[in-house]
């Protein structure tokens, strides 16, 4: 047993050298981009212990806004925050044994420019270390999928390294620090654990994945179809659904006053829901099918193309986008890449159709679009492609208010670029759909 653990080591250990320069990478990258949407989640962080959980969501006293996450999000920001406030046991190790480095210990302390609560670094790059993680996860999850779809480890290998090394996780997840690649290594582990017949584990992994930031919400439809394909034993949905419950109660709770389906509906409504956050918009910073007619950020969700709304197209095309999968699942017999072709249609269709779409919100189909990439290379260009509009995507988003300059291409000429970049996106798609339903036997 031991002689086949180090062997199963020794063969890994590429892989695990490359997770650690992943990692390290990641780390050193922390240190920009702290403003935004990160000084955010480090103020609902701190307000959770001043506040006290039942004053958190109720409370009108925010310098930057009010909690706009479910309560799994902010029990981990709160204690994120707690494990900064202790970073005195960094220094007691360093005084130990002497691995932690001393410059370390300072840079974790040093103050962040241009933070009006003299935020740590420190601070920051917990925040960030989560969603690093799940970057890692994520990128070993693709591994496993590659080399079990295609029985090609090398294919496997470098599939796993495009995933860990490309400049949207990296950016995403060191730098802006947004929680997406958390959200979807629980979402993505979910499905692959439903395919396995680990129901009872895949029911609680995905309503961690709803309840830490609910953008896979566009999944229930599939992940309510595959249990129907799947016909899991009722035991495994019965503990899968309590486990659920459980973890719903136990998170829930601290901040509910003990009514915790009441609070969950009043927080829901007035927080969390896209409707709760102002007016609807045909796009809100994402280069999908409205910014190819509409002007992002300005045009209404109700404005009309070919005399229709265009959240009403939305939706309606939403809904083909799950009908057309539930079809591709329904006729395959293997259904592992299927699954992961679904996710990738309705993940990024709900991106480039749906109304009040953020830039980031592509990224619960990216992890399927790097295994379409390397499972049916025939699709390799559209997807580069793909990568490179929604990586500009997010420069843009999250640069264009601090520097003209970054703007400005996008936006001059009546948003010229931003529109040649999602017409490549939207085309992109559908050819690479095309190509995928052509697929005999998957």
């Given at each position: 047993m031991v002689a086949r653990f180090f062997e199963k080591l020794r063969s890994n250990?590429?892989?695990?050298?490359?997770?650690?320069?992943?990692?390290?990478?990641?780390?050193?990258?922390?240190?920009?981009?702290?403003?935004?949407?990160?000084?955010?989640?480090?103020?609902?962080?701190?307000k959770f212990w001043e506040l006290g959980a039942n004053n958190f969501y109720l409370s009108e006293d925010w310098y930057y806004t009010f909690p706009t996450y479910p309560p799994l999000s902010s029990l981990m920001y709160a204690g994120l925050?707690?494990?900064?406030?202790?970073?005195?046991?960094?220094?007691?190790?360093?005084?130990?044994?002497?691995?932690?480095?001393?410059?370390?210990?300072?840079?974790?302390?040093?103050?962040?420019?241009h933070s009006p609560f003299q935020y740590r670094e420190g601070y920051f790059f917990l925040l960030k270390l989560p969603s690093i993680l799940a970057d890692l996860g994520i990128s070993v999850v693709i591994y496993k999928l590659i080399l079990n779809l295609t029985k090609v480890r090398k294919r496997a290998f470098i599939g796993f390294l495009v995933y860990l090394f490309n400049p949207v996780t990296i950016f995403l997840s060191s730098v802006w620090g947004q929680s997406e690649s958390l959200v979807s290594f629980f979402g993505l582990l979910s499905f692959i654990l439903l395919y396995y017949?680990?129901?009872?584990?895949?029911?609680?992994?995905?309503?961690?994945?709803?309840?830490?930031?609910?953008?896979?919400?566009?999944?229930?439809?599939?992940?309510s179809f595959l249990l129907y394909l799947y016909r899991p034993k009722l035991s495994h949905i019965v503990w899968g659904s309590g486990l659920a419950l459980g973890l719903f109660l136990l998170t829930t709770f601290p901040f509910s006053e003990a009514n915790v389906f009441s609070f969950t509906k009043?927080?829901?409504?007035?927080?969390?829901?896209?409707?709760?956050?102002?007016?609807?918009?045909?796009?809100?910073?994402?280069f999908n099918f409205h910014t190819i007619f509409m002007k992002i950020d300005r045009s209404l969700a109700t404005e009309r193309f070919l005399r229709i709304p265009a959240t009403t197209l939305g939706t309606l095309l939403y809904v083909f986008f799950n009908l057309f999968s539930f079809n591709y699942l329904r006729t395959r017999k293997k259904l592992l890449f299927p699954t992961i072709v679904s996710l990738f249609v309705i993940g990024f269709g709900s991106f480039l159709f749906l109304t009040n779409m953020l830039e980031r919100y592509f990224f619960a189909a990216f992890a399927p679009m790097i295994v379409i990439m390397f499972v049916s290379v025939e699709t390799l260009v559209y997807?580069?492609?793909m990568n490179l509009v929604v990586f500009a995507n997010l420069i843009w988003a999250f640069y264009r208010r601090w520097f003209d300059e970054i703007d400005a291409p996008f936006t001059s000429n009546n948003f010229l670029l931003i529109r040649v970049l999602s017409t490549i996106n939207v085309l992109s798609f559908f050819v690479l759909i095309k190509r995928l339903n052509l697929r005999k036997g998957d």
């Open positions: 250990t590429p892989l695990l050298l490359f997770l650690l320069l992943g990692f390290l990478v990641r780390a050193f990258l922390t240190r920009y981009g702290n403003r935004g949407d990160l000084a955010v989640f480090a103020e609902w962080g701190q925050y707690w494990l900064f406030e202790h970073n005195y046991v960094l220094a007691q190790i360093h005084n130990v044994v002497k691995i932690i480095p001393a410059d370390f210990i300072i840079y974790f302390n040093k103050i962040v420019a017949k680990k129901t009872w584990v895949s029911i609680p992994l995905f309503f961690v994945s709803l309840y830490l930031k609910p953008t896979w919400v566009v999944f229930i439809p599939l992940y009043e927080t829901v409504l007035h927080n969390i829901l896209p409707s709760a956050k102002g007016t609807a918009r045909a796009s809100i910073s994402a997807v580069a492609l």
